[in-house]
């Protein structure tokens, strides 16, 4: 399918009065009022009064995006910190009450059960929830919410440390426990985690806060727990609780014995009479550090060219990116850590935000995060903002997807054959390594909301236990107990995204069945890939999933087979 990029990156407004901006709840509030007092006498009043709330959203979400993205950019500008909290504090607690009627006309609206069976099913199950979930007593605890989810990025953003008289980044400093010597990679490494801690009662003191808030909306909007609260919240229809449960097993069964063999050949092969943490980055024949690009202009250039191997569309959807500024890769102090896509649902053209190092981890991120560009530019001609919103489950399919087919085009950053090779088995054993940390920091999640009442040193303690549990055996971590029982706080999802990580083990699943079937004929993956996520949310994720021509199955036979294959083409690079 090609994709319609003239539809793409200009904001026409047929709702929307003509220099529409939003300043204030002022700006909004006649549009919501109209909206709600609108007269729908018919099926076609109901589209059109959906199409018109839809250009609403859109606006808004883009606006609070670019709010987000400019903020995480540079997290000591007070200006741009300032513009985002007045969204938070001003302007969304205005919003929510106005939603929810909106929610409650439509469920009103007798025409809305002729969509119950259309593209908008998911759409009308999850405005369901939402009214089900509603409480006007949550609102400021929402907004309170928000406000302090952006701290982590604050604290965190200006951790560094200093090494030969240099200021680094963690990011940067990170990229030295690839370094052949180890005397460095063991001082390095001791001084990140080091620095870490110093921020430990901080960030203890602000998860506390955020479980805590977390769990009075759960109580006030009826429920036991902030885990079953988030559960509808976020509109898992496809899977339980339990099977997360489930989930978590079937790594610990079928994926952690193949991170013993992969420790137990690392240790080998590095000549070492121990395992320690510090030895789990560098490569193990004691070559450096992998270089598949000198600055981000090159990473963007080979990203591209990657792509344009695999399809034209999808090169085309990264240049658009990059004609129109839509980058910020480059790790600096000052700025949060991680990367995302952001969506921008008016335009249609995202942004994308790392911390690169000239490391090959950020070629992974940076072709993960076009993954999910490239779903949103394909999703973007869906006509309500709403069925552009995938669940994770399905976004992340597309950007891990995304890592695994162009990697059968990595010769672009790597012209060296051994170099590629090394690339290849560095990110799939990497792929191997993830899945039972997901395991962990979901577990850990349920652990902490279903017990809302423990304290620091019980959720250390905890931590602690479930990662031994779901880590590696080999790796010797003696004497370094605190730094274990608190790699948790390193992990931006707990704090501003609750439940939000399971999805990259689920889509990780996917994305490995997706490539298996690219090796064997990759236009017809290809064409099924484009297709799935063409679909937006007009489907559910079994749906999706069956498009892309995979099952959406964590059952421990399902995850030993997609292993077993990972393990094989492993050992083929070896």
């Known amino acids: 399918m090609a994709i319609a990029f003239e539809k793409i ?55 609070f995006a670019w709010r987000y993205i400019r903020m995480s950019c540079d997290n000591t500008n007070e200006k741009l910190q300032s513009d985002y909290t007045t969204f938070v504090r001003e302007i969304d607690p205005f919003i929510a009450p106005e939603e929810n009627k909106l929610n409650q006309k439509l469920l009103e609206c007798p025409f809305h059960k002729i ?9 009308i199950r999850s405005i369901k929830q939402r009214v089900e979930i509603f409480r006007e007593e949550n609102i400021p605890l929402q907004s309170e919410l928000s406000d302090k989810q952006q701290k982590f990025g604050q604290i965190t953003g200006s951790q560094t440390i200093e090494h030969n008289g240099q200021e680094l980044t963690l990011q940067q400093a990170g990229a030295l426990l690839k370094s052949t010597d180890r005397k460095l990679r063991e001082e390095i490494y001791l001084k990140i985690t080091e620095r870490r801690l110093k921020d430990k009662d901080n960030l203890d003191n602000l998860f506390s ?16 727990n902030f885990r079953d609260y988030s559960f509808v919240a976020m509109n898992r229809f496809d899977y339980t609780a339990d099977d997360c449960f489930r989930f978590h097993h079937s790594i610990e069964t079928a994926i952690l014995p193949v991170v013993n063999d992969l420790e137990k050949q690392r240790q080998h092969l590095l000549g070492y009479s121990e395992l320690r943490p510090w030895d789990l980055a560098v490569d193990p024949t004691g070559k450096p550090s992998l270089k598949p690009f000198a600055n981000s202009d090159e990473m963007v250039k080979k990203t591209i060219q990657c792509l344009n191997d695999i399809d034209g569309d999808l090169a ?9 500024n839509r980058f910020d890769l480059d790790s600096r102090k000052g700025k949060s850590p991680g990367g995302y896509n952001y969506p921008l649902y008016e335009s249609g053209v995202p942004f994308i935000f790392m911390n690169s190092t000239g490391q090959l981890r950020d070629l992974v991120t940076m072709v993960h995060e076009s993954g999910h560009a490239v779903h949103a530019i394909l999703a973007h001609t869906l006509p309500y903002h ?9 976004a992340e399919l597309a950007s891990m997807s995304m890592e695994l087919i162009t990697m059968e085009h990595w010769h672009h950053f790597f012209t060296d054959d051994a170099e590629l090779k090394r690339a290849k088995l560095e990110h799939l054993s990497s792929i191997i390594d993830i899945l039972p940390w997901i395991a962990l920091i979901d577990a850990f999640q349920h652990w902490v909301y279903l017990n809302p009442s423990h304290t620091v040193a019980e959720r250390e303690a905890m931590f602690s236990k479930l990662h031994s549990q779901y880590s ?13 029982g608190n790699l948790w706080q390193k992990q931006i999802h707990v704090f501003d995204s609750p439940f939000y990580y399971i999805e990259y083990g689920m889509a990780q699943l ?16 290809l064409r099924q890939y484009k297709n799935a996520l063409s679909l937006g949310y007009t489907k559910t994720i079994g749906e999706i999933y069956e498009a892309a021509g995979i099952k959406f199955d964590f059952s421990a036979n399902n995850i030993s087979e997609l292993a077993l294959f990972v393990s094989d083409e492993i050992k083929k690079l070896s």
């Open 386 to 394: 709403e069925l552009k919103s995938c669940p994770s489950e399905v």
């Open 316 to 324: 085309q959807c990264i240049s658009l990116l990059n004609k129109l």
């Open 209 to 224: 806060e955020l479980t805590a808030l977390r769990n009075q909306i759960a109580l006030n909007a009826g429920f036991k």
């Open 472 to 484: 590696g055996k080999i790796t010797n971590w003696n004497g370094l107990e605190k730094i274990k």
């Open 9 to 63: 990156g200009t904001v026409q407004h047929q709702y929307l009065k003509k220099g529409f901006c939003i300043n204030s709840w002022d700006d909004l509030k006649p549009y919501y009022e109209e909206l709600n007092n609108r007269v729908l006498n018919s099926e076609e009043d109901m589209m059109q009064w959906l199409s018109d709330r839809s250009e609403l959203e859109s606006s808004l979400q883009e606006d």
């Open 510 to 525: 996917g994305a490995i069945a997706i490539w298996k079937n690219y090796r064997t004929d990759p236009k017809q993956t």
């Open 115 to 123: 969509l119950a069976d259309t593209d908008y099913k998911n759409y």
